[in-house]
């Protein structure tokens, strides 16, 4: 049997060795700080196990190339970070459409337009769950450390290849850029999704949209035995392009409800001594280390503190966040942008006006010591 591996490298790293344990067959991108490290390591690494990598001439290209390669079976990733991301959110569109497995990481930094490179923000939230026009549901996931950021890579492929949807990973500078310790677990330790083929003969009538009893859709290697439409328009369960009302209605409640009524099996959130806390802390990403050290830090005084670090975004676990922050005297969200949790976290809750932000927007790692500031002046204002 292998044993686990141990190595001390980059977040950026952690999220290739996660492609790769998940099966990786096909790496398209650009270059774009703060994720170039996933495209420079893939360029070595995805060829010595038989995988596919090239450097595509934009974003827009490198998203329509994993789109085509994943329609032909193989596990597929892209890498940008919110310009890049920006231009590809009409071929994410398409996958989403034409329900395509695939995965999208973007390590965000400060917008909008080219923004600040090299510096952290987690100002694309909203945009994640919003990118695309049209009504549709989206996963996006992302985690605070290297194990987990592993972890979360593994599961965005699952997710993939369960449902026949893209789903984001949304890092961010800090935790893309900063070097830690990470275990690999030995093959078999995570247990992994394949795609789901269609047991459909050859010559026998194929359709490519019609889920199973479980919600499940079979799949056809494209260019195999069977020959079926792909559309980004509205289509029916042969994939041609229909405007039938039914056909639509039909159409959009699947893609919508196979990823809202799973939110229980898709939601992954870490919970830290919440059984007493008076005051929660709802984070993620990089600002969830923070908020943690300030939990840890707190606890130590005496003060009835914990920490919810949501490590699912999109669909937003609404029922867990309430019911795991039911009995809180008060909610503080923790992020590095304008509120985009915060706004979700409100809503979730039965007295809104005690959910409050801490953040950071100039680039800088909120730290410890700036959430600490708003927690004193949320005192000030005796709530």
Known sequence: MTSPTLKFIQGNEACVEGALYAGLDFFAGYPITPSTEIAEHLAR????????????????????????????????????SGPGFSLKQEALGYAVMAEIPCVVVNVQRGGPSTGNPTHVSQGDV?????GTHGDHAIVALTASNHQDVFAMTVEAFNIAETYRTPVILLLDEVVGHMREQLTIPEPGAIPLVERLRTSVKEGVDYHPYLPRDDGRLPMSDFGGVHRY????????????PSDNPKVVHGLIRHLMDKIENNVHRIAHSKAYYLEDAETVLVSYGSAARSALHVTENLRGRGERIGLLELQTLWPFPTEAVAQKCQHAKRVVVVEMNTGHMCQMVRAAMPMPERVFLANRVDGVLITPTDIKAHLRLIAGKGV
């Open 126 to 130: 909203n945009q994640a769950r919003w």
């Open 229 to 240: 439409n792909v559309t980004g328009l509205y289509h029916d369960m042969w994939g041609f």
């Open 45 to 80: 690494r995805l060829p010595e196990t038989g995988g596919k990598f090239i450097q595509m001439e934009d974003e827009i290209a490198s998203m329509c190339a994993i789109v085509g390669a994943s329609l032909t079976g193989r596990k597929v990733l892209t890498a940008t």
